[in-house]
């Protein structure tokens, strides 16, 4: 029977009670509006632990004034279903005052991964998604936290958080889910209107074509990639490219040239909506996967 609890304390002791018996834990912390990738990410928890936890709770610390926090899409009874069906053991929904009570002024920065792409438009957001998973991580203590291949840089900011902070905790990257068009799963793909839905899958086409250069054996320049990214959206008039970027998959820092991997990240405004994507490429080979849970 999957238990739901909006309140820390709680959520507290059944973590500590699952590890007093002696069971291992996994959390899979989401905003809720749960699609298919998210589902992918409990089910990759089921597989390493014997209890999982899910959290749901929209975190207004990673949103800055005048982002999409309001108009974030919100499907809770939908959710509950959803985790009941894939043998989630707590689900833990707690209101912002839980979880920032009054007074509350101590912020996780992870300075090093987090001022470039997506922190370079989105001021305070990683500070934001680094701290609520520190005060999770503090109420589960898991053995285990999942989290989806689409947040690349959100991925490499919460391993550096865990190692440095010495937390003790497993970080499971799991690969990203797409629609059957391409379109990587995302919450925020409901908020798109039928004709930026229409135009979205253009942007894996783009990173699919641009990932073709890699695959031959010589070094290719990053220039060469990103502009056959950009020519590949270029016809596409209801996305505009914010930023496209070949970076080093651990460090993020941007690459030259493709001398051996790099991973090719993105993020696309279809009209009012942020979406984010990205590949892992080789040289030699072209796009890989290597996100294995
Ligand atoms: O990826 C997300 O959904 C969020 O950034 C996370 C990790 C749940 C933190 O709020």
């Known amino acids: 029977m999957m238990q739901l609890t909006r309140g820390p304390v709680e959520a507290m002791e059944a973590a500590a009670t699952w590890r007093a018996e002696g069971h291992s834990l996994a ?52 959710d509950l279903g959803l985790l009941e069906k894939t043998g989630v053991d707590l689900v833990f929904a707690p209101g912002s005052r839980d979880m920032y009570p009054a007074g509350f002024s101590t912020w996780i920065d992870v ?44 991925l490499a900011i919460l391993k550096r958080m865990v190692r440095d902070l010495r937390l003790g905790i497993l970080i499971v990257p799991c690969p990203i889910v797409r629609e059957p068009d391409g ?23 783009g990173l699919t074509r641009a990932g073709e250069l ?41 690459l030259e040239e493709l ?3 790099g991973l090719l990240a993105v993020a696309v405004h279809a009209g009012s909506v942020r979406l984010i994507d990205n590949v892992l490429l080789e040289r030699g080979k072209g796009i890989v996967e290597v996100w294995n849970c």
């Open 111 to 154: 300075e090093d991964l987090s001022g470039r792409l997506c922190g370079a438009f989105r001021p305070g957001h990683f500070r934001g998604v680094a701290t609520v998973c520190c005060i999770l991580f503090d109420i589960f203590r898991p053995d285990v936290a999942v989290f989806g291949q689409k947040d690349a840089q959100q």
């Open 27 to 78: 959390l899979v912390p989401t905003m809720g509006a749960l699609h298919e990738g998210h589902l992918s990410l409990v089910r990759a928890a089921a597989a390493k632990c014997d209890r999982v936890a899910v959290s749901i709770f929209v975190n207004p610390a990673q949103f800055s004034e005048g982002e999409d926090l309001d108009r974030y899409p919100s499907t809770p009874e939908r």
């Open 259 to 261: 001398d051996s991997r």
């Open 183 to 205: 379109l990587a799963m995302s919450s925020r793909n409901a908020l798109l209107s039928p004709v930026e839905r229409a135009e979205a899958p253009a942007i894996f086409s």
């Open 214 to 254: 890699a695959g031959g054996p010589g070094a290719v320049s990053a220039q060469e990639i990103v502009g056959r990214f950009l020519e590949a959206l270029s016809p596409h008039t209801a996305l505009k490219v914010q930023y496209a970027e070949l970076v080093d998959p651990d460090s993020f820092e941007p």
